[in-house]
């Protein structure tokens, strides 16, 4: 990635992939799928709900961290559609 200062303002150029690539997105949607299979299971083989809570609780949590640690030290690229967004400075994007 680099990087630029210009008026105040920092320009970087980063890399675009695809959202099928992004961290992010995947383990969100083990996080899901992996809550979904609790609470399906819990109901079948009779687990207690206090302990189906238990452990949907722990499936979140460990969600919720390894996204935030992915987001904030392992993501060097954005996708396509953040590229191009209404929050986006220029649609000019370099590939």
């Known amino acids: 990635m680099n ?3 210009t008026n ?5 150029q980063v ?3 695809s959202a ?10 083990v996080g899901i799928a992996a ?7 819990g109901n079948k083989y009779e687990i207690p709900v206090e302990t189906q809570l238990a452990i949907v609780t722990g499936i979140q949590g460990i969600q919720a961290a390894v996204t935030w640690v ?6 060097t690229t954005i996708t396509p559609a953040s590229a191009t967004g209404p929050e986006t400075p220029t649609r000019e994007v370099i590939k």
Request: glycine share 0%; no cysteine; proline share 0%.
């Open 3 to 5: 990087t630029t200062e």
């Open 8 to 12: 105040l303002t920092t320009v970087a």
């Open 15 to 17: 890399d675009i992939k």
């Open 20 to 29: 099928w690539m992004s961290k992010i997105n995947w383990t969100q949607a």
């Open 35 to 41: 809550t979904v299979l609790a609470i399906l299971s």
């Open 70 to 75: 992915a987001k904030t030290w392992f993501t």
